[in-house]
């Protein structure tokens, strides 16, 4: 065996008995878990809420463009708000089934 394949050879064999050494390990939450989990509340209140007053808005314009006779643009408001509320609500569905959990 050549001198550099022979170090690389102890090199992998030293390291591969390392790792195997390694015991599992438990898990522990982050130091700033709670205060990152209190901000995704408020951010999941902030869509929802937008959500309701998106739809509300889109309504109120439907009934105005309605009664004045113009032209019908609110429809797309409304599909587009509940569009936007169907993604946010499945927000948390479609990450844990990204991450696998």
């Not at 999941?44 to 314009?61: D, P």
């Not at 509940?82 to 946010?88: R, V």
Request: glycine share 12%; no cysteine; net charge positive.
């Amino acid at each position: 065996m050549t001198p550099l394949l022979s170090a690389f050879h102890d090199t992998v064999l030293v390291h591969t008995s390392v790792l195997a050494q390694i015991g599992n390990p438990t898990p522990e939450t982050p130091p700033v878990a709670d205060k990152l989990l209190k901000l995704v509340r408020y951010f999941t209140w902030f869509v929802l809420l937008s959500g309701v007053l998106g739809i509300t808005y889109a309504g109120g314009r439907f009934a105005w463009e309605k009664w004045s006779g113009s032209g019908l643009a609110s429809p797309k408001m409304v599909a587009g708000a509940m569009i936007g509320g169907i993604i946010a609500t499945s927000a948390g569905t479609i990450m844990n089934a990204a991450i696998g959990s």
